[in-house]
Structures are given as C-alpha cells and as structure tokens.
C-alpha cells in the first residue's frame, strides 16, 4: 500500500504539491484526474521516487520510501512516463527485457525464470509476433503494448502508468484500458493518471481529483463525479448522466 | 536485421586487423632489420635486442593500451552524456590532464612516472569536474556542450603554451610527450596502462546493462532501478581515469576518443555489450596504425602519432558538426 504524509514538492519557488495526504488503495485501478498543471504526473513522479519530497514524505507499506534500496523499490512498483524515449534500432524483445533489471545479475544476464516472463509480458499485450522487429516501426498502438509488456515484466505490485493514452487512437485506448483491467484482475495496484475523464470514471474504481497541487475531492466516480465538481475543477459546463453501458458517470459539455 | 553472428564475425576480424598490425609495427622503424633478424631476437638474443625488445616492443603494447583506453573512455562518456559529439579530447579532460602534467614536468623535469600519473588525474578530474558544473547550470544541448568543452580544452591548451613559452629550457621533454607520442616509452609505462584496462575493462562491463537502459531517459531508468546520477557519476570518473592515464603515458592524442566509438556504433549497433570491447579493440587498432605509420612514413624522421590522428579525426569531427544542424 501506498500513501503520502503531509507531500510537499516545489520546483524552485513554484510550490506543485502542498501539503498532500493521500492513501491509494491496494488492488484497485485509482485514477488521477484534473486540469492540465495541477501536478497530478508530478505527484505521480513522487509516487515512484523520481521526484524528491521537500516536506513529508512517501510511504509504502508504512517504510518511507528513502528506506528502499533503488533495486528493490523496483521490484515494488513500475512507472510508465507519458513521455516514452525509444532507443534508437531497439527491437521489442529487448525493449521488454529491460523490464527485467531489477532482477537481474550483474552482468546483465538473463536467467530462465527472467526469460519466461519476458515471454508471458509479451504474449499477454500481443507484441510477441513482433518480439524481433524494432520498437520505433510498429505503429503507435503496438508500440504502446512493447512499453505496458516491459512494464509488466518488471512484475510489481504497483502499476504506475503516466497518461499511458495520450497518443493513441480510440480503439487503442480501450484495448489500453482492458489491459490495466487485466492487471487488476491479477490483483495489482494500478494507479494512472488519465486526461479522458468518462474513461476515468468507466474503468477505474477509485478517483482522485486535483487542482493547484491539492486533492479537491476522492471516491467512487459514482460519489465524486457531479457537475459541481466539473465546473470547480475543470471550469466546465456539463451534463453528466449514465453511461449506458456501464452504468458508470460520465459527462457531456455545452 | 542484425543476427547474432554478425558481431562475433567483425569481432573475429577486428581482432585479427590489431594482431596484423601489431606484428607489421614490429618490422617498422628507422632501422632496417631483417624479418629473420627479428624473429631470432624475439625469441633468443641478438644483435638488435634493444631496438626490438627494449624499444619497438613496449612501443606496440603501449599503443594498444592507450588507444583501447581512448577508445573506451570515449564510449562511456557518450554512452552516459548520451552525445555522439563528446569525448575526452573534446571535452577538455585530455588538455586538464596535459596541462596538469606539463606544469609538474616544467617544475620537475624528473618527476616519477606515478607523479606524474597522479598528477595528470587530478588535472582530468578537475577539468571534467568544470565542464560537468557548466553543464549541469546551463543544461546545454549537444551541439553547445561540445562548443563549451572546445573552449575549455582550448583555454586549458593555452594555459600549456603559457608555461612553454616561459619555460622555454624545461620545454623539450614535455614537448615531445605532449604532442601525443610513443617516442622514448618504454616498459616502465606499459603496466601502468594494462594495469589500469585490466581494472576497468570488468568495470566497464558491468556498466554496460545499466547505460543501455539510461537509454530509456531517467525517468525510466529510475523506475527500473537504476539511479542515473550515480550511475553518471561512476561511468564518467572511469572515463576520466581512463583518459587521464592515456595521457600520462602518451600525451594528448587528439580523436581517438571520438572516432573509435563512432566507428563502434555503426559496425556493432548500440548495445554498450558490444560498444565497449570494439571500442577498446578500435581505438588500439587506430593507434597502432597511426604510430605504426608515424614511425614508418619518413624514418629516421619520426611524427607524432597525435598528429596522424588529428589528421583523420579532425575532418570527421566536422562532417559530424555538418549533421548536427540545430543550434
């Protein structure tokens, strides 16, 4: 489980994150919503030790985060970044076996076990009929699967994904979402920050809303989703009514 | 499509090129010996004993170590700078270790070969330690952090002319070794470099894993486990290393630092797996050519290597700044 104590982080004098305690829920797909600057991938980052706290500080399964050696925080949780370097004539394969470094020897050596999960990652997101083809020509979409397949044969509790969406045309999106539902239903802890809030509200079961570095409000879509909410945060006039298929909020604008 | 059989292959050839060379630059020099002249000295005694074993052999050890030091420390600083336009040279960690060592050599013409060694470290270090504050402040691209390390080199170049002109009695030694030659080594340098390889060389290894996923960007990096400032930090103080002792052996050689990896990349791709040992294998088949020729071309007369392989390198450094079109 992961929680944050009193998070402050600042770049320079610009304060991002004030003062934020929050606690994310074990098992379940948590979704941070909000307008562009709130500091919800920078809270991300600070999830996934990558910026440091200020003030307060992270903690997973009550450890701060500081206590964890840098291997063994990765074998604890995974980030995806929303923006996604890939290395020159690098091929899937490879790509995903990155995946693996937490684990690995020292020289950089795959073992048996290391090389089955590469394998299942791949098969899983559907890349291994491209495992030797280079990541850079695939299209976006199956691009996107090599990166959740390296993310998945890092194999944490903790899932990070950074607007994993961004990029892709609808059909991927969902396909994108099913995925993380997936990794759920194995009984991980996903926690991505979204920008489409009706997929927020549809696949995740958890909400957590920001605005200016402070969570504004948390809960069930259900509860936390209201056209208040929408005009407090987003500056939006919407209507949000049922999705009709399931059932989940979600939220026209005029 | 690359197979895996591709690089075992040039690495076959590589290896035999630097063997080739290594036994031609046995045969070269200002002296004529007989082919069987030398193989009877090398293998018993003879008549040419100081020419072959004393001189032309440690010569050719010495070559392949600073140039496989060269070659090395260039990969590992574009490896981690993640810049094709960086390398020891280039970055002004070359002129800090020679300007280092001059300036013990002007006051201390006799100064022992571990002075001298620690002496041109520390100018390394202190040197990369410059340009690495710059960079971090200003956050240059790699087209600028390649103008501010020119400049560093440059001023630090300077700093040798300075102390050459004002020195003029002291200037012959140090002349000599800093224009980047193999001229008067002897074995008394040859473990100090193979020494230091056969520490960095594992080293380098284990690096290689981790500099392929920085790769990635930091920010993955990191959530795969890998601090990149430490890992940064670490794969540059053994270029310094590296560098610095190639220098104290053999004075600045300009490029190979450049080339060697450059030449890396394009036969064996962009896993640092492969990058470091051809690397290593380039830059001491570059310079064993270069002193192979720089002794050869108009014996008794003898070049520098340093200037061949600015002769070669300095054209490349161009055609390379031509693709970088950004400012």
């Given amino acids: ?254 | 499509m690359k197979t895996m059989k591709l690089p075992s292959l040039y690495f076959f050839i590589l290896s035999s090129l630097v063997l080739l060379f290594a036994i031609t630059s046995l045969f070269v020099g200002a002296s004529d010996i007989s082919i069987a002249d030398i193989i009877h000295t090398l293998f018993e005694q003879g008549e040419y004993d100081f020419i072959i074993n004393q001189y032309r052999l440690p010569r050719i050890f010495l070559a392949l170590g600073v140039g496989a030091g060269l070659g090395l420390s260039g990969a590992l600083i574009q490896g981690v700078i993640r810049n094709p336009l960086a390398s020891p040279d280039l970055m002004g960690i070359s002129a800090g270790a020679g300007l280092a060592a001059t300036t013990l050599l002007v006051f201390y013409a006799a100064a022992p070969v571990y002075l001298l060694l620690l002496t041109a470290l520390s100018g390394g270090l202190i040197a990369a330690a410059i340009i690495l504050f710059i960079a971090y402040k200003t956050r240059p691209t790699p087209m600028r952090l390649a103008l501010i390390g020119i400049a560093i080199s440059t001023f630090l170049s300077s700093g040798i002319d300075f102390l050459m002109i004002v020195n003029p009695i002291e200037i012959n030694t140090a002349m000599v070794w800093l224009t980047g030659s193999l001229w008067g080594r002897n074995w008394t340098q040859v473990p100090l470099i193979w020494g230091t390889l056969a520490v960095i060389i594992p080293f380098a290894f284990w690096l290689a894993w981790r500099l392929d996923v920085m790769g990635l960007g930091e920010d993955c990096a990191t959530s795969l486990g890998i601090r990149p400032s430490k890992l940064q930090l670490m794969a540059l103080l053994t270029a310094v290393i590296l560098a610095s002792i190639s220098v104290a052996v053999a004075g600045t050689i300009a490029f190979i630092g450049l080339l060697a990896p450059h030449l890396a990349r394009m036969l064996f791709g962009h896993h640092h797996k492969y990058l470091i040992p051809s690397s290593a294998l380039l830059g001491g088949l570059m310079l064993i050519i270069a002193d192979t020729l720089a002794r050869g071309l108009q014996p008794p007369l003898e070049l520098p290597a340093g200037v061949l392989t600015s002769l070669i390198g300095a054209p490349y450094f161009i055609f390379l700044l031509q693709r970088y079109k950004a400012w």
């Fill in chain 1, 1 to 254: 489980m992961i929680s944050t104590e009193n998070l402050t982080i600042a770049y320079g004098d610009k304060v991002i994150i004030n003062d934020l305690n929050l606690t994310l829920q074990k098992g379940k797909i948590t979704a941070l919503i909000g307008p562009n600057g709130c500091g919800k991938s920078t809270l991300l980052k600070a999830l996934a030790r990558i910026n440091k706290a200020n003030a307060g500080q992270v903690l997973l399964n009550n450890q701060p985060l500081s206590s964890y050696a840098d291997k063994q925080l990765a074998q604890q949780m995974s980030l995806l970044p929303q923006i996604l370097i890939t290395p020159e004539g690098i091929t899937v394969q490879r790509l995903v076996e990155y995946g693996r470094s937490p684990y690995i020897s020292h020289w950089g050596k795959l073992g048996d076990q290391d090389k089955n999960i590469v394998s299942a990652a791949m098969q899983e997101t559907q890349v291994s009929e491209f495992s030797t083809q280079a990541v850079e020509s695939l299209s976006g979409g199956q691009r996107q699967r090599a990166w959740i397949a390296m993310i998945l044969a890092q194999d944490t509790d903790i899932i990070m994904l950074d607007e994993p969406t961004t990029y892709l045309d609808l059909s991927h999106q969902i396909e994108l979402m099913k995925l993380m539902q997936a990794m759920k239903d194995k009984g991980k802890t996903v926690i991505v920050v979204l920008h489409d809030l009706n997929q927020a509200c549809r696949y995740s079961d958890h909400l957590v809303v920001m605005k200016e570095g402070a969570v504004i409000a948390e809960g069930e879509p259900e509860e936390v989703f209201t056209e208040q909410l929408l005009r407090d945060v987003f500056s939006l006039e919407a209507k949000v009514i049922k999705d009709p298929i399931a059932n989940t909020p979600m939220c026209v604008a005029y």
